[in-house]
């Protein structure tokens, strides 16, 4: 669904508070319609935190900078109204560029990546492991729990092997969730010529 395919009386809200972002259908007010797990014909949400909310009160702070990408931590949408709203996330966000949460991912949010890895108007920028699998440098590296868990392999027999191998570097380059991804703000473009864009 694109913003053309919004109800007369539903809008897209921003909540952007410097570290934490919150996309969500609303009401002309600004008032949420609903969770996404309603009966609501059109309801859900987005919400992502940025590296330096990531980055508050973990022990080493610098060894997952992941690009600076914001993490997605939360969403919830009625059936095939969640990408609109992750594509605002993705472009309010801009070059820093969005990426799946690191720790845990539904099998419905990890679809969502999926599609992103296939969509020619979005630009997907390479993650790395924490050991540089893929590329010397740090500035690229991020957890791969997300990434094990939705490959179908078990954790111990990923790290029981030479994780530098041709099925390491597979399970990099081939996941959804080891992407970050950015696009030009074209979504939020039509949605502020219809009248249905309500940011802060």
Not at 45 to 58: H, I, M
Not at 70 to 77: L, S
Not at 79 to 98: F, I, Q, T
Not at 101 to 130: C, E, H, I, P
């Amino acid at each position: 669904m694109g913003p053309a395919d919004l109800p007369d009386d539903v809008y897209v809200r921003v909540e952007n508070r410097d570290k934490y972002l919150r996309v969500f259908y609303s009401y002309k007010d600004g008032e949420q319609i609903g969770t996404g797990m309603g009966n609501e014909i059109v309801s859900g949400y987005v919400e992502a935190k940025s590296p330096d909310a990531r980055e508050k009160g973990r022990a080493t702070p610098d060894r997952e900078p992941c690009l600076g990408a914001w993490m997605v931590i939360g969403a919830g949408a009625t059936h095939g109204w969640g990408p609109l709203l992750y594509d605002v996330a993705m472009e309010v966000v801009g070059g820093a560029g969005l990426m799946a949460d690191r720790q845990s991912l539904s099998k419905a949010a990890f679809n969502v990546w999926s599609v992103y890895m296939s969509r020619g108007d979005v630009v997907k920028k390479q993650l790395d492991d924490t050991e540089n699998t893929l590329t010397p440098g740090d500035e690229d590296n991020c957890d791969i729990d997300t990434a094990i868990h939705h490959s179908g392999l078990k954790v111990a027999d990923v790290f029981n092997s030479d994780w530098s191998d041709e099925d390491g570097a597979d399970l990099l380059l081939g996941s959804p969730v080891m992407k970050v991804y950015t696009k030009e703000p074209t979504t939020i473009q039509k949605l502020k010529v219809m009248g249905r864009y309500i940011g802060n």
